[in-house]
């Protein structure tokens, strides 16, 4: 059996080692970018989605990772609401995945780069019929 080949981030700190696989982050990022508000997707429209045609396994799609020595990249996109603020979103998101991966990992995060590229209009809001009075129906039905 051939060995899978997984990229990974060192920590070394005195006796420590750590090696942490990109597909850690990867999912730590996806669960955060889930977590707000607006997102309808992480990863790109299906016909679009350059990021996943050489991966395979369970990896979140549309994120890339890399990683270095302690720090960490990622280039990922999403698809959002209609209506909601971008720049407030991609602020939010920028917040939760830094944090998150500090948190977990210990790793800094030297950038985030965020490619919206889809949106999701709602349904058309549905036109009521003006309500009338039962009795004045069955006198005009007379």
Same mark, same amino acid.
């Given at each position: +059996?051939?060995? *899978?080949?997984?990229? $990974? ?9 750590? &090696? ?6 990867? %999912?730590?990022?996806?669960?955060? !970018?889930?977590?707000?508000? =607006? ?5 790109? +429209?299906?016909? %679009? ?6 991966? *395979? ?6 994120? +890339?990772?890399? !990683?270095?020595?302690?720090? $960490?990249?990622?280039? +990922?996109?999403?698809?959002? %609401? ?12 920028? &917040? ?5 991966? *500090? ?5 800094? $995060?030297?950038?985030? !780069? ?7 209009? =709602? ?5 009521? @019929?003006?309500? !009338?009075?039962? *009795?004045?129906? @069955? &006198?005009?039905?007379?």
């Amino acid at each position: +059996m051939k060995d *899978k080949k997984i990229t $990974v981030a060192k920590i070394e700190k005195g006796s420590l080692s750590l &090696k942490i696989a990109d597909e850690v982050v990867e %999912k730590i990022v996806y669960n955060e !970018t889930l977590g707000v508000d =607006g997102i309808v997707r992480v990863g790109g +429209m299906p016909h %679009k989605d350059a990021f996943n045609l050489f991966r *395979k396994g369970r990896r979140p799609r549309g994120i +890339m990772v890399e !990683t270095g020595e302690d720090e $960490v990249a990622v280039d +990922m996109a999403i698809s959002v %609401k209609y209506g909601i603020s971008i720049p407030d979103l991609v602020t939010q998101i920028r &917040k939760r995945i830094t944090d998150a991966v *500090k948190k977990i990992t210990g790793y800094e $995060v030297r950038a985030i !780069t965020i490619s919206v590229d889809g949106i999701q209009i =709602g349904e058309k809001p549905r036109v009521e @019929k003006p309500k !009338t009075d039962k *009795k004045e129906e @069955k &006198k005009t039905k007379k």
